[in-house]
Each structure stands twice: as structure tokens, then as C-alpha cells.
């Protein structure tokens, strides 16, 4: 991946893990803690949420072992109509709400994969939470988010825009109840964000539901149990 290192290893009962290491400090003073952070925090958020996505296991301050994801393709090498029905399913709505509250800039077809259900499978979280919690013009703001995470197909349910200038929130589908489940599983991580340090990226996840929030429209439950 482009954060790093990411070498595939097999133990001696088969079981597969991606060692992932961040190897040089990034743009938007993504250093590669900041890299390392996000990517277990994105997973662990995402698993919250109910999305399957690798389980991570922190070896080091830059460095984290990942479950090789088994029985999926990467969405590059899947057909177009397939990519598209993995958007709405359940899971690809929850995978929109993460790639906004994380500002996810990364979620092109290389950083999904799908499983042998249809349902998408979100990996590479490295580059979230850029430029957050910081002072200045050059902070990223809750409502930039959409224009942040413009790449990502599955945050298209909930925002506009394919680059900067050009984005924002939009009416959407979701219901109060839909809400309420994604703020409870946020709220469930809220201990691993203090535990690394990083309650402003909490903060910002909780202001971009917030926003998320504000547009929901909807009358039938879209994520909710």
C-alpha cells in the first residue's frame, strides 16, 4: 500500500495476516504514528459499525499485523454492476458514513474488497483523520469532509462533489433510528481513541455525524437492527 510495507505472511497452521509498516512521515503531517492510528482506529471503527474489516494487532508505534481478508476479490478486478450493488448494501451505507466521519481520502476500488456475498469489505484507513484537530486555514473542518472523502463511491448516499469547490452534505435516506445506531457504536470507541491520544478525531467523527445527521430524511430503517 502506499503507507508502507505490507508483506503477506503464512504461519505453519495457515493462517494468513498482512504486516503492515509505516515506512516514511506523509503529507498534512501524516507522521507515520498518525498512519499507524489510523489505520487501526479506522478498522476498529468500522468493525463497531458492524462492517466486517480486518482485525488489527498493534505490534508498534508504526507498525500493525491485519487479518489477510479470505474469500474476497479487491473491487479493481470486480464488474461494474457488482461495485455498484456492494454501495447499497447495508454494509457499503455504514462503509459511507465511516469514510466521512474519518475523512477517508482514500477509498478508491484498490481499498475495497468484496466478499463472496456482494458485500464490500473496507481496508487502508492510513490516510483518515489528515489535517484534524489542528489550528488554522489549513485544519480540515467537519464540513469539508464531504470534498475530503469525495473519492469514495460509497459516501456518495450521503454528500456531493467530486473534488474541492465543489462538495457538500445532502438529503439522504437514513432515519433517526439508523442514526442513533452509528452514534452508539461511535460512542463504543470512544476508550481506543483516548487510549492513543486522539480524542480531537473522535471529536470530529462526532461532529461530522452530526452533520450527517441533520439531513436525514428517510421513514424506513436503512442500518438499524
Not at 487479518?67 to 455498484?84: C, G, I, L, S, W
Request: with cysteine; proline share 4%.
Amino acid at each position: 500500500g502506499a503507507m508502507g510495507d505490507t508483506p503477506l505472511i503464512t504461519y505453519n497452521d495457515g493462517v494468513r495476516v498482512v504486516h503492515k509498516r509505516a515506512v516514511r512521515d506523509m503529507w498534512d503531517g501524516m507522521t507515520k504514528k498518525h498512519q499507524t492510528d489510523a489505520e487501526q482506529l479506522g478498522a476498529e471503527l468500522a468493525t463497531a459499525l458492524g462492517v466486517r474489516s480486518p482485525r488489527i494487532y498493534r505490534n508498534d508505534e508504526d507498525a500493525v499485523y491485519m487479518d489477510f481478508m479470505e474469500n474476497t476479490k479487491v473491487a479493481q478486478a470486480v464488474r461494474d454492476p457488482a461495485k455498484f450493488a456492494a454501495v447499497n448494501t447495508r454494509e457499503g451505507r455504514l462503509i459511507g458514513i465511516l469514510d466521512l466521519m474519518i475523512g477517508n481520502s482514500d477509498r478508491h476500488d484498490g481499498n475495497c474488497l468484496i466478499d463472496e456475498n456482494g458485500r464490500p469489505v473496507p481496508i487502508d484507513h492510513g490516510f483518515s483523520w489528515a489535517r484534524v484537530g489542528g489550528r488554522g486555514r489549513d485544519r480540515h473542518r467537519p464540513e469539508d469532509m464531504p470534498e475530503v472523502a469525495s473519492r469514495s463511491r460509497f459516501a456518495k448516499h450521503y454528500a456531493s462533489g467530486e473534488g474541492w469547490g465543489d462538495g457538500g452534505f445532502i438529503d439522504h435516506d437514513l432515519t433517526p433510528a439508523d442514526v442513533a445506531y452509528v452514534r452508539q457504536r461511535l460512542a463504543s470507541m470512544e476508550p481506543q481513541f483516548e487510549r492513543l491520544g486522539r480524542q480531537s478525531w473522535y471529536r470530529h467523527s462526532e461532529a461530522v455525524l452530526r452533520l450527517i445527521a441533520a439531513r436525514a430524511t428517510g421513514t424506513r430503517n436503512q442500518i438499524a437492527p
